[in-house]
């Protein structure tokens, strides 16, 4: 078996996390876990939704689903993906071109979503549903345009350091604006 790609292999159930902890859900000895709870992602991009089984099984003859349960099941946007009889199947989705899953990956449980080219109205929970075990796990996506600033996670003073220093780079432009400022209006007198 592969390293995972998303770090060490975790067991949530095996050290008592409670069900608010674990976002997946267990069906006899399998398990689908889904390593983070959101994801935020920036418009026209491509994102990973990570989603795996645990303990690690071949899930390439498997039945999979990804759906979106905040919209209703008669709207196109429902399914997102589907994979059956060994490869995908036509989704009903009008962006099925945007989504897909790693064949080559599945043999090792990794059943995470591919969307390219995400947009706003991407945005909500994704559900991905493992038919033949009956799992299920969520993650919600969060997609925001590229004029929005992502919020920071500097402290203020890191911040304040980081806009004076961005100031003195910027200090060489405005001194020789201002000296020609002052050169046209002693030149104009």
Known sequence: ???????????????GCSHEDYHGSRFGAVQV???????QAISGDDVLLPCH???????????????RPDLLRHDP???????????DDPQSDQDADRTSVSHRVLQWGDLSLLISSVRPSDSGPYESYLLDYGCVCTIQLNVVNRTTEVPSTASPSTRAADQSRAGAANFPAVAF???ITVLIVVGAA
Do not use: E
């Open 1 to 15: 078996m592969p390293p995972s790609s998303f770090g060490l292999l975790y067991n949530p159930l095996a050290d």
């Open 77 to 87: 946007r429902y399914i997102v993906y589907v994979y059956r009889n060994q490869k």
């Open 177 to 179: 604006a201002l000296m």
């Open 53 to 67: 089984t645990d303990p690690r099984i071949n899930l390439s003859t498997s039945t999979l689903d990804w759906k």
């Open 33 to 39: 876990a889904c390593p983070l709870k959101k994801v």
